[in-house]
C-alpha cells in the first residue's frame, strides 16, 4: 500500500478532532443543565461534573469517519484504502454501543444510593443488563462476516477458529473489552489517557504493517480522544461516563479485528484484561477511587488488598489524582513497548 495513502487520513482526524472539541463545549453546559451529572470524588469540595463526554466524542469519531467515506465515494480520497462495508460496520457497532454507555449514565439519582462500595448519585444500569446490552455492538460485525478466522495468539501459537470467530469470538470481545475499559476510571485523564496511548499504539502498527482500516479507525479514535482530554485531564471540566469507556473498549477491539491485529491487540488491552481480573475477586463490587487525606494524596480504599492497578499504584507511592493517572498512563505505555517488543521477535 502507497504510503501516500494514508495521508487521506489526516483530514478525517481533523474533522473529528474538530467536531469532538465543538460537541464538548455543547454537551458540557446541556448535561450540567440536564442534571446528568457525577460528583468528583478526588477532590475536596467534590464539585459536581457534567457527566457522559463520550457522547461527543463518540459524535466526532463518526463524523470523522464519515469524512472518510464521503471522500472514498466521490473519488476525493482514491484510490479507496479501507472497505466502506467495514466502516459502516463500525459506525454502527460503535453508536450502539455509546448509545447503551449513554443510558447508563443519565441514570442519575437526587440523592446519594450505593454503588458498588461508595455513596454516589449515578445508579447507572444492573450489573447484569451491561453485558447483555454491550452485546448488541456485536450484531453489525457479526452481520458482515467480520475479520479473518485464523488468530496468532500470543505465547500459543495460530489458531483457526472458523464459523466460531465470528458467532462466538467476535461478541465475547465486543462485550469484554467494553465492560473491562469501563473498570478503570474515576480519574481525571485517566481513561483517556490510557485509551490515547493504546489508540496510538494500534495506529503505529496498522500503519508499519499495512492494515488500512485499521490506520484509519485508529487514527480517528485517536484524535477524538486528544480532543476529550484537553477538557479531562487535571482539573477535569467534564467527566467520561460510561458512554465514553464502552465506546473507546468497543472501538479498540473493533480495531484490532477489522486490522487483524488481535494478538498485538491482546497485549496493548492487557491492563484492562488484568483490571478485569483483580475486579473479579471482589465480584466487581468495588472502587478504585482512593479515599482523601488532608494533604491531596490519595489513600488506598482497601489498605493492602488490592483490587485494581489504582491500588497498586496508591499502595507504592503517596500520590495526587494526577498522579495517579499518569502512573496509570506510564504502564500502559510499558505494555505497549513490550507489544511491540515481541512482535519484533515474531512472538505475537
Known amino acids: 500500500m502507497a504510503y501516500h495513502n494514508y495521508l487521506t487520513i489526516l483530514i478525517p482526524c481533523a474533522v473529528a478532532f474538530a467536531i469532538s472539541v465543538i460537541s464538548l463545549l455543547f454537551i458540557k453546559g446541556y448535561m450540567l443543565e440536564?442534571?446528568?451529572?457525577?460528583?468528583?470524588?478526588?477532590?475536596?469540595?467534590?464539585?459536581?461534573?457534567?457527566?457522559?463526554?463520550?457522547?461527543a466524542v463518540a459524535f466526532g469519531f463518526t463524523l470523522g469517519v464519515l469524512t472518510y467515506?464521503?471522500?472514498?465515494?466521490?473519488?476525493?480520497?482514491?484510490?479507496?484504502?479501507?472497505?466502506?462495508?467495514?466502516?459502516?460496520?463500525?459506525?454502527?457497532?460503535v453508536m450502539l454501543i455509546a448509545f447503551v454507555g449513554f443510558l447508563d449514565d443519565i441514570n442519575v439519582k437526587r440523592d446519594m444510593v450505593k454503588t458498588t462500595d461508595m455513596m454516589d448519585t449515578r445508579k447507572g444500569l444492573k450489573q447484569w443488563q451491561k453485558p447483555l446490552l454491550t452485546l448488541i455492538g456485536a450484531v453489525p460485525l457479526i452481520a458482515?462476516?467480520?475479520?479473518?478466522?485464523?488468530?496468532?495468539?500470543?505465547?500459543?501459537?495460530t489458531v483457526?477458529?472458523?464459523?466460531?470467530?465470528?458467532?462466538?469470538?467476535?461478541?465475547?470481545?465486543?462485550?469484554?473489552?467494553?465492560?473491562?475499559?469501563?473498570?478503570?476510571?474515576?480519574f481525571d485523564g485517566i481513561a483517556g489517557g490510557?485509551?490515547?496511548?493504546?489508540?496510538?499504539?494500534?495506529?503505529?502498527?496498522?500503519?508499519?504493517?499495512?492494515?488500512?482500516?485499521?490506520?484509519?479507525?485508529?487514527?480517528?479514535?485517536?484524535?477524538?480522544?486528544?480532543?476529550?482530554?484537553?477538557?479531562?485531564?487535571?482539573p477535569s471540566k467534564i467527566t467520561p461516563g460510561?458512554?465514553?469507556?464502552?465506546?473507546?473498549?468497543?472501538?479498540?477491539?473493533?480495531?484490532?479485528?477489522?486490522?487483524?491485529?488481535?494478538?498485538?491487540?491482546?497485549?496493548?488491552?492487557?491492563?484492562?484484561?488484568?483490571?478485569?481480573v483483580l475486579h473479579a475477586r471482589k465480584k466487581f463490587k468495588v472502587t478504585d477511587l482512593g479515599k482523601l487525606?488532608?494533604?491531596?494524596?490519595?489513600?488506598?480504599?482497601?489498605?493492602?488488598?488490592?483490587?485494581?492497578?489504582?491500588?497498586?499504584?496508591?499502595?507504592?507511592?503517596?500520590?495526587?489524582?494526577?498522579?495517579?493517572?499518569?502512573?496509570m498512563w506510564l504502564i500502559e505505555f510499558g505494555f505497549v513497548l513490550l507489544a511491540f517488543g515481541l512482535k519484533a521477535a515474531s512472538l505475537l
Not at 34 to 48: E, F, I, L, R
Not at 161 to 175: D, E, N, Q, S, T
Not at 251 to 272: C, D, H, K, Q
Open 293 to 327: 487525606r488532608g494533604d491531596g494524596t490519595l489513600e488506598p480504599p482497601y489498605g493492602k488488598k488490592i483490587y485494581s492497578w489504582t491500588h497498586v499504584i496508591m499502595n507504592l507511592k503517596r500520590c495526587k489524582e494526577w498522579e495517579v493517572s499518569m502512573y
Open 160 to 186: 483457526s477458529f472458523g464459523v466460531l470467530y465470528p458467532l462466538v469470538i467476535i461478541p465475547l470481545a465486543v462485550v469484554f473489552a467494553s465492560n473491562a475499559f469501563n473498570l478503570l476510571g474515576g
Open 144 to 157: 458482515i462476516n467480520a475479520g479473518v478466522s485464523i488468530v496468532r495468539i500470543p505465547f500459543i501459537g
Open 194 to 234: 490510557t485509551g490515547l496511548v493504546a489508540s496510538l499504539a494500534m495506529l503505529v502498527y496498522s500503519v508499519v504493517y499495512g492494515s488500512p482500516a485499521g490506520a484509519l479507525i485508529t487514527a480517528a479514535l485517536s484524535a477524538s480522544i486528544a480532543a476529550f482530554l484537553l477538557f479531562n485531564i487535571y
Open 34 to 55: 440536564s442534571g446528568v451529572t457525577s460528583p468528583d470524588h478526588n477532590k475536596k469540595t467534590k464539585p459536581t461534573l457534567p457527566s457522559s463526554g463520550g457522547v
Open 69 to 93: 467515506i464521503f471522500g472514498s465515494s466521490f473519488s476525493f480520497f482514491n484510490p479507496a484504502i479501507a472497505s466502506l462495508e467495514y466502516l459502516f460496520a463500525t459506525l454502527l457497532s
Open 242 to 276: 460510561d458512554s465514553f469507556t464502552y465506546f473507546v473498549g468497543t472501538t479498540l477491539v473493533v480495531a484490532m479485528i477489522l486490522g487483524n491485529m488481535e494478538s498485538f491487540g491482546i497485549m496493548v488491552f492487557m491492563p484492562w484484561i488484568i483490571e478485569f
